[in-house]
């Protein structure tokens, strides 16, 4: 297993371990998108574990060194990246920027909080990939203000076939410490879920929209 096989492993147990994700393959739970869904995952939790969040910002140290060693500015997306991009910003001594969803409707009317140069180099630093709309959306932001996005770093991804076509098509790398295989490799190892619930639970990954239909 590769080292950052064990890291999404690691960081997938200790997700479970807190209980920021949660598996009802027959009971699913309803997205605010009406989606039915036998995954809900809430990362805003680890904020509260210093081991697990410092052990998530190892884990985008590491990645930002392997992939994007050239990077100059860490940027969290509002509001569950921005404390993840805090503590990794902090790590490498980097400067820190957030992106708002939207700009500020008063003020300067920012979208970008913190300072950016043009021609800077970013690493966007996210909580969960599910279609990657709102991921690319930061990117761009940061396109428009003059500085340069090198990709998206996330907590996890529900893995959805939507999401890596969104990413392929904008050119912009992405890469998550954990995700939903490694999740389900190991709620089934530690009994979250039984051999039984695995047809199920891929079928979602396959077509999210039939699920539970």
Known sequence: MSQLETIAQHIAASLLEIEAVALRPQQ?????????????CDNRLTMSHPAIRDAIAEGFVQLIQEKFPDAEVVAGTATAGIPHAAWVAQ?????MIYIRDKAKGHGKENLIEGSVK????????????????S????????????????????????QLDKATE???AAGMPLHTLSNYSALLEVALEKGKIQESD???LRSWRANPAAFGV
């Open 118 to 133: 043009p021609g800077q180099k970013v690493i966007v630093i996210e909580d969960l990939i599910s279609t990657g709309g």
């Open 28 to 40: 699913p739970f309803t997205w605010t998108s009406g989606l039915k869904s036998p995954i809900y």
């Open 135 to 158: 991921s690319l959306k930061a990117a761009i932001a940061v396109k428009e203000a003059g500085a340069e996005p090198l990709g998206v770093l996330a907590i996890f991804s529900y």
């Open 198 to 200: 695995m047809e199920l």
């Open 91 to 95: 790590k490498l001594g980097l400067p």
């Open 166 to 168: 969104a990413f392929q």
